[in-house]
């Protein structure tokens, strides 16, 4: 069955950085979109960044030019750089999994969750302090 297992949140400084880490088994990485969301207290979920089966990468604006989505096929993780984080970027992150083909549609997509199309992980927390 699918598994997305994210591992690196912690707390940090404004201004710090992090990793996150999404080991992902049990699907065709080729016939999948995959990605990361977050979901603050009290807000709706928000997809950030989005990275095709070949590599190809978007992001949100609110992420754009701070965070960077990465892969290693080979080993069937997909990483997330987080830098200049700041105390907004506080928040549960999800990594996730699309059935699209392999192609990443649209990133706001992913944070719908359609019976045998998307999966999550059971996300890491990250809180950054000012």
């Known amino acids: 069955q699918v598994q997305l297992v994210e591992s690196g949140g912690g707390s940090v400084q404004a201004g710090g950085s992090l990793r996150l880490s999404c080991a992902h088994s049990?699907?065709?990485?080729?016939?999948?979109?995959m990605g990361w969301y977050r979901q603050a207290p009290g807000k709706e979920r928000e997809a950030f960044a989005a990275?095709?089966?070949?590599?190809?990468?978007r992001y949100a604006d609110s992420v754009k030019g701070r965070f960077t989505i990465s892969q290693d096929n080979a080993k069937r993780m997909m990483y997330l750089q987080m830098n200049s984080l700041e105390p907004d970027d506080t928040a549960v992150y999800y990594c996730?999994?699309?059935?699209?083909?392999?192609?990443?549609?649209?990133?706001?997509?992913?944070?719908?969750?359609?019976?045998?199309?998307?999966?999550w992980g059971q996300g890491t927390q990250v809180t950054v302090s000012s």
């Open positions: 049990g699907f065709p990485r080729s016939d999948y979109c």
């Open positions: 990275i095709d089966s070949d590599g190809l990468t």
């Open positions: 996730t999994a699309e059935r699209s083909g392999g192609y990443c549609y649209s990133v706001p997509a992913l944070v719908e969750r359609r019976r045998g199309y998307n999966y």
